[in-house]
């Protein structure tokens, strides 16, 4: 398996202003409680305080990539709750897709 991307849960009542870039992680989709907020449209409903932010990169990238991605995101003062790094397999993607 090999590491292409992170998804970043940020904590922030309304839609979270990330990033579109950081380095070779291009953000992919933000969506909340499983359903796609961005890009638009969006459907109207309420927004948790949690919001999914996916970055993905087309080439394998490290952890290390990772932790800067993480570490530039707080010296923005985005505030995130946990982190899932994303594999594919074979140029398969091992995990899901929002709705």
């Known amino acids: 398996m090999n590491l ?3 998804d970043v849960f940020i904590c922030s009542p309304q839609m979270p202003d990330v990033p579109q870039e950081i380095g070779s992680l291009k953000l992919t989709l933000i ?3 499983g359903t796609r907020i961005y890009p638009p449209p969006a459907p109207d409903m309420p927004l ?3 919001s999914r932010c996916r ?3 087309d ?3 490290s952890d290390a990539q990772i ?3 993480l570490a530039h995101l707080t010296s923005l003062g985005r505030r995130w709750a ?5 594999y594919r397999k074979d140029g398969v ?3 899901s897709q929002a709705y």
Not at 82 to 86: A, E, R, T
């Open 4 to 6: 292409h991307g992170v």
């Open 31 to 33: 969506s909340n409680r």
């Open 48 to 50: 948790l305080d949690v």
């Open 55 to 57: 970055y993905l990169s």
């Open 59 to 61: 080439a394998e990238i």
């Open 67 to 69: 932790d800067a991605a």
């Open 82 to 86: 946990k982190c899932q790094k994303l």
């Open 93 to 95: 993607d091992q995990f």
